[in-house]
């Protein structure tokens, strides 16, 4: 008896797909949006001024400062969504760009807000970190209402209406 073609076939298992989300990634992505619109609340205080001593940068960063733990780790929480297991292959795609671009943004305010906080700095040298903090905070409010609106694009659900994050001044 002659072997068949089939008996060079080998059948590898398709990975497995969700048919939608679990209820603990909704959960998730329901805390992740909280924790955006929080973080933004908390950066929207912050109307930051060249005159401004060190401890008037602390003392207006703190509500800002206090809600970058939760959300770096809400961060690593959204990295699990992995587009090769996702239904909605362009939505993951979309959530993995938006975040690594709010990322990028936040580290950028971040850091410059650390500077900002460091003493020993010449006033020509603080104006202008001052006005980078300014126009990088523009940047990272749109980057972060983008992650937002991706989150809440794909699950409307967990929308709470909030103001758009553009800061007017």
Known sequence: MAPSDDDNVVALPLPARNSGPSAELLGTLRRVAGA?????????????????SIARWHATSIPFRMRLVPVYQHLTELRKVDPAEWP??????????ARAGF??????????????????M?????AWQVQRFTTGGKEFL?????????????HPEIWRPQRPYIRSS
Do not use: H, K, T, Y
Request: aromatic letters at 4%; charged letters at 25%; proline letters at 3%.
């Open 88 to 97: 909605d292959i362009a939505w993951a795609i979309d959530l993995m760009s």
């Open 142 to 154: 749109a980057a972060l209402g983008r992650l937002r609106s991706v989150v809440a694009a794909r």
């Open 103 to 120: 990322e990028e943004r936040l580290q950028m305010i971040v850091n410059l807000l650390d500077m900002l906080l460091s003493g020993g």
């Open 36 to 52: 955006l619109d929080d973080l933004g609340d908390g950066f929207e205080r912050i109307q930051p001024s060249v005159q401004w």
């Open 122 to 126: 010449p006033v020509d040298e603080r």
